[in-house]
């Protein structure tokens, strides 16, 4: 059974940026994936970034620019610059023991296990 433990976020002005960490303890493959995703109130559940086998990436799309995701077997850091209010969210890592091809990495079906999530606020 693994586990995901996320740390970091609070409160960041508006403009700023913000690094949070992930760390997975069970079984994982040498190209397993770790991934971050972001819930803001009343919305759904959405990928911002995910590595696979420390090297592979796929950032979302509207944030690419912003956000950048490293790997470190099952250690993962995320930093957001740039910060605007509607990135405002509790933040989620999430781990799949196995490889995920690029467009199943930003999914929230491709991973098994879940933090608890973290709560990033950005004021202005």
């Known amino acids: 059974q693994g586990q995901v433990r996320e740390s970091g976020g609070g409160s960041v002005q508006s403009g700023g940026s913000l690094s949070l960490s992930c760390e997975y303890s069970?079984?994982?493959?040498?190209?397993?994936?770790l991934a971050w995703f972001r819930q803001a109130p009343g919305k759904e559940r959405e990928g911002v970034a995910g590595?696979?086998?420390?090297?592979y990436e796929t950032i979302a799309s509207q944030l690419e620019g912003r956000v950048t995701i490293s790997q470190e077997r099952t250690k993962s850091t995320l930093r957001v610059r740039g910060l605007k209010a509607e990135d405002t969210a509790t933040y989620f890592c999430?781990?799949?023991?196995?490889?995920?091809?690029?467009?199943?990495?930003?999914?929230?079906?491709?991973?098994?296990?879940w933090g608890q999530g973290t709560q990033v606020t950005v004021s202005s």
């Open positions: 069970g079984e994982f493959e040498r190209d397993g994936c």
């Open positions: 590595m696979c086998d420390a090297y």
């Open positions: 999430a781990a799949s023991p196995v490889w995920l091809a690029s467009p199943r990495r930003l999914e929230i079906a491709s991973y098994k296990y």
